[in-house]
């Protein structure tokens, strides 16, 4: 999925909502959307990264973890 096709389908997503409730939605509700994409993202790097140092220590001789 494209970029510019996620947020399409996000902006309808909120349309809809507006229209059904007849209530805007608040900028509080953006921020909240925009906060947990950006904290997903990290977690998702972080352990990436964990895993990529796990493997490391892993496959690393038994000489070298033991010293």
Not at 7 to 21: G, K
Request: negative net charge; hydrophobic residues 40%; glycine residues 2%.
């Amino acid at each position: 999925m494209h970029l510019k096709d996620l947020v399409r389908d996000l902006a309808d997503l909120i349309w809809q909502r507006e229209q059904q409730t007849k209530h805007g939605v608040e900028d509080a509700v953006l921020t909240y959307v925009h906060d947990a994409v950006v904290t997903e993202l990290d977690y998702r790097r972080r352990m990436h990264e964990l895993d990529h140092r796990l493997n490391e220590l892993e496959s690393a001789p038994e000489a070298v973890a033991t010293g």
